[in-house]
């Protein structure tokens, strides 16, 4: 896996934006970046993931850098329910049917 | 569509017991995996199974034993509990995307196992 680099902890303002980075200054032409969330005592909940373009789902927007060295997630209105560890994850294809290596992860905490 | 189910919730066990934590989902996903995770930890493939019928070993499988019935279901099994198999146990499963490029893995609830 390609190291992922993120903030320890980052807060945001209820019906915010929240934007949290991620850098992969090492990923290699075959790998998607992916996030993922824990919320306290839940399972991970995938959360979207991408190749070269910007991506954008129900849940929220990836945007990835032309030099695809970083990215970032975007929850466009953030609520206290969005509360959780935020990981991001560089996978390659090759690693199909094999484990998910998270990090540390960032704690996002939505604030009232 | 449940996803993916976990069961028990929760746990209690003596040192030596045995028991099997259950998963199902019903995605008609090929691949399902067991990984478990400390407190403060992340974490970390038990087994996982690439396609029904097979199965393979992650990077604790030991004092664990798997069964992929079928399709949808992949069960881990602890034979002799010690009390450093405390965890919470996640399964999931996954789908190759559109291509055969990118696999997304969905988890369970989990199952918090206390050994005493």
């Keep these: 896996d390609a190291k992922t680099t993120q903030p320890t902890s980052m807060d945001c303002a209820e019906g915010r934006a929240a934007n949290l980075p991620c850098n992969h200054s090492t990923i290699s032409g075959n790998e998607y970046v992916y996030w993922y969330r824990q919320i306290h005592?839940?399972?991970?909940?995938y959360i979207i993931h991408g190749l070269k373009n910007?991506?954008?789902?129900?849940?929220?927007?990836l945007i990835i850098t032309e030099d695809r060295k970083s990215s970032t997630l975007i929850l466009p209105h953030a609520t206290l329910r969005d509360t959780a560890v935020?990981?991001?994850?560089?996978?390659?294809?090759m690693e199909y049917g094999n484990k998910l290596v998270f990090g540390a992860g960032t704690i996002l905490r939505v604030k009232s | 569509n449940a996803g993916v189910t976990q069961t028990p919730k929760f746990q209690v066990l003596k040192t030596g017991q045995s028991m099997t934590l259950q998963c199902a989902q019903d995605m008609n996903?090929?691949?399902m995996y067991w990984y478990r995770q400390d407190p403060g930890?992340?974490?970390?493939l038990?087994?996982?199974?690439?396609?029904?019928?097979?199965?393979?070993?992650?990077e604790v499988p030991n004092g664990?034993?798997?069964?992929?019935?079928?399709?949808?279901e992949f069960s881990l099994r602890l034979e002799s509990a010690a009390p450093s198999q405390t965890s919470v146990y996640f399964c999931a499963s996954s789908v190759r995307?559109?291509?055969?490029?990118?696999d997304t893995q969905y988890f369970g609830p989990g199952t918090r196992l206390t050994v005493l």
Excluded at chain 2, 46 to 58: L, M, N, Q, R, V
């Design chain 1, 41 to 45: 005592s839940q399972g991970p909940q």
């Design chain 1, 54 to 61: 910007n991506e954008t789902n129900e849940m929220a927007s």
């Design chain 1, 86 to 93: 935020y990981y991001c994850i560089v996978r390659s294809i």
């Design chain 2, 29 to 31: 996903h090929n691949s």
């Design chain 2, 41 to 44: 930890m992340g974490l970390r």
């Design chain 2, 46 to 58: 038990i087994y996982y199974s690439a396609s029904e019928g097979t199965t393979d070993k992650g």
């Design chain 2, 64 to 72: 664990y034993n798997v069964s992929r019935l079928n399709k949808r």
């Design chain 2, 97 to 102: 995307g559109t291509g055969g490029n990118t």
